[in-house]
């Protein structure tokens, strides 16, 4: 079985940091992507940025790109999400996701969700 948790959101201020880690365990026989998603109050699920599994390819949704960084670790089973100068328009639940084709930007090419962590950016 495939376990993704989530941690380090929280409260910040507009133009604060955070960075978001997600860990997985257990395995499968498939390869992996991974990747975050982001939903506010009312609004539908977004996609925010991912990653492929060798960490060569990175995607990111056009209003994060040069605020925001994913990345993996070595050992390949934690996934970061380092977001710099954050805004309001930010605050949402933040999802980790696992087991997309590389590039994938639609939630339901994903197979595995961790349980989603709240982002609140205040201005």
């Known amino acids: 079985q495939v376990h993704l948790v989530e941690s380090g959101g929280g409260l910040v201020q507009a133009g604060g940091s955070l960075k978001l880690s997600c860990t997985m365990s257990?395995?499968?026989?498939?390869?992996?992507?991974m990747g975050w998603f982001r939903q506010g109050p009312g609004k539908e699920r977004e996609f925010v940025a991912s990653?492929?599994?060798?960490?060569?390819?990175?995607y990111y949704e056009d209003s994060v790109k040069g605020r925001f960084t994913i990345s993996r670790d070595r050992g390949q089973n934690t996934v970061y999400l380092q977001m710099n100068n954050l805004k309001s328009e930010d605050t949402a639940v933040y999802y980790c996701a696992v087991d997309g084709l590389v590039g994938a930007r639609d939630p339901r090419e994903y197979d595995y969700w961790g349980q989603g962590i709240q982002v609140t950016v205040s201005s």
């Open positions: 257990g395995r499968t026989s498939r390869t992996y992507a």
């Open positions: 990653i492929s599994w060798s960490g060569d390819s990175t």
